[in-house]
């Protein structure tokens, strides 16, 4: 799957009615055709302008509350545009949030885009067209997106002036941490602290979920760089936010905390019976963890050791 085009079916939500699409994502947009022959004819493309969503300064997901189906993603845009997205496989599902972040990361680093002349945004709701415009005119804006695509720097340029601005949540820990000059991400201490600030007996911690729409709320702030003051509990009065937040940081990292290519080691140590033989190959392992990883873990299970002995 390319970075910057990538095609795959998906059903669009909208209130409660789904209808299956065939998506393309060129970045800074999100492109839904009625399937692949209007999107690859070029006379079929040239005479539809396809439903455009713009990525930028939106926010992806996977919306753990939503359980009507498997395989669903949700893109909220800065204009309080919702949609949610379902892939055909978990596989699918990872490599489309894995390239609409990577979109997402790309189309901020850009200018703000503004719609062509004469144009509006979608007022309805988030299915419709964000382009409306007349049957006469649908070719010039065809032809007038193509030509901002055709024009823009690939990811590396913008990479290397550093214009990419990479989110928190779903970062490799190794540049997270260069980038913050730490060898422990700024939101994993902070976080952990207005945790235990709090007092760890609240009833529940890490199995009570929190309020989603609030998690998410703080996500975006940690994203975008904002003010934060997680000890101000005016504002993060629910404990169980925070630790929704943290968790969610670790599950959307880009590698796990404990890398793919360790799993099996780590999961045979569980099979030796001598205690002295386990924390030794235990130990030897984590030495030999990134830096960034080991020293992360570390913080983390300090915390739950706290938490799982204050009661």
């Known amino acids: 799957m390319s970075i910057w085009e990538s095609v795959g079916f998906f059903g669009r939500h909208s209130s409660r009615n789904w209808s299956q699409h065939y998506a393309v994502l060129e970045c800074p947009y999100l492109l839904f055709y009625k399937d692949k022959k209007q999107a690859k004819d070029p006379k079929t493309a040239k005479a539809t302008l396809p439903s455009t969503f713009c990525l930028q300064n939106c926010q992806v997901s996977i919306p753990m509350e939503y359980t009507k189906k498997k395989y669903v993603l949700q893109l909220s845009s800065h204009r309080g545009e919702q949609i949610y997205l379902q892939a055909e496989s978990s596989k699918d599902l990872t490599e489309w949030v894995g390239a609409i972040k990577a979109g997402i990361a790309h189309a901020d680093s850009m200018p703000p885009i503004t719609l062509p002349a004469g144009r509006k945004a979608s007022t309805t709701n988030a299915e419709e067209d964000i382009f409306v415009s007349d049957d006469n005119d649908k070719g010039k804006v065809k032809a007038r997106l193509k030509t901002f695509l055709s024009r823009r720097p690939s ?65 975006y702030k940690v994203d975008r760089d904002e003010p934060l003051d997680l000890n101000d509990r005016k504002k993060w009065d629910d404990v169980n936010v925070l630790a929704g937040a943290l968790k969610l940081f670790f599950r959307e990292l880009a590698e796990p905390i404990i890398p793919s290519n360790k799993f099996a080691t780590f999961s045979s140590m569980l099979g030796v019976s001598d205690n002295g033989m386990k924390l030794a190959a235990a130990h030897r392992e984590l030495i030999a963890l990134p830096k960034a990883n080991r020293e992360t873990l570390k913080v983390l299970l300090e915390h739950l050791l706290r938490y799982a002995t204050s009661g």
């Open 155 to 219: 990811y590396d340029d913008v990479n290397q002036k550093g214009l990419i601005k990479e989110s928190v949540f779903g970062a490799h820990l190794d540049r997270l941490v260069e980038k913050e000059k730490s060898t422990v991400p700024h939101f994993v201490i902070l976080c952990i602290k207005a945790i235990e600030s709090r007092g760890l007996d609240a009833v529940g911690l890490y199995r009570v979920p929190g309020n989603a729409s609030q998690i998410q709320k703080l996500r």
